[in-house]
């Protein structure tokens, strides 16, 4: 069994950071891409960032030059570092990664969610 836990969320101020973090356990055979969408009440889920294997990212337009995402493959983890923090960032951000299990075929898995609240 594969698992995605995430820690990271909180409350900010505009302006300020946080770095989300999403490790992966379990039988893991080998992880492709990795990455973070986030859901606001009222609003269709959004993908914010994604990284290939090869470390190609990309980025929705909103948070470009204010997030970055990396990853550590010796640890199985993806981050989300999120700088210069705007009220409408606020939002349920959840991880994803693309997974084979132990030999077996790839399939997608998702963290439980972290609440990321940006207000004065």
């Known amino acids: 069994q594969v698992q995605l836990v995430e820690v990271g969320g909180g409350l900010v101020q505009p302006g300020g950071s946080l770095r989300l973090s999403c490790a992966a356990s379990g039988s893991i055979f080998n992880i492709n891409t990795m990455g973070w969408y986030r859901r606001t009440p009222g609003k269709q889920r959004e993908l914010v960032a994604h990284i290939t294997r090869g470390s190609s990212t990309d980025y929705v337009d909103s948070v470009k030059g204010r997030f970055t995402i990396s990853r550590d493959n010796a640890k199985n983890t993806v981050y989300l570092q999120m700088n210069s923090l705007k009220p409408e960032d606020t939002a349920v951000y959840y991880c994803?990664?693309?997974?084979?299990?132990?030999?077996?075929?790839?399939?997608?898995?998702w963290g439980q969610g972290t609440q990321v609240t940006v207000s004065a």
């Open positions: 994803y990664a693309v997974i084979a299990s132990d030999g077996n075929a790839y399939n997608d898995y």
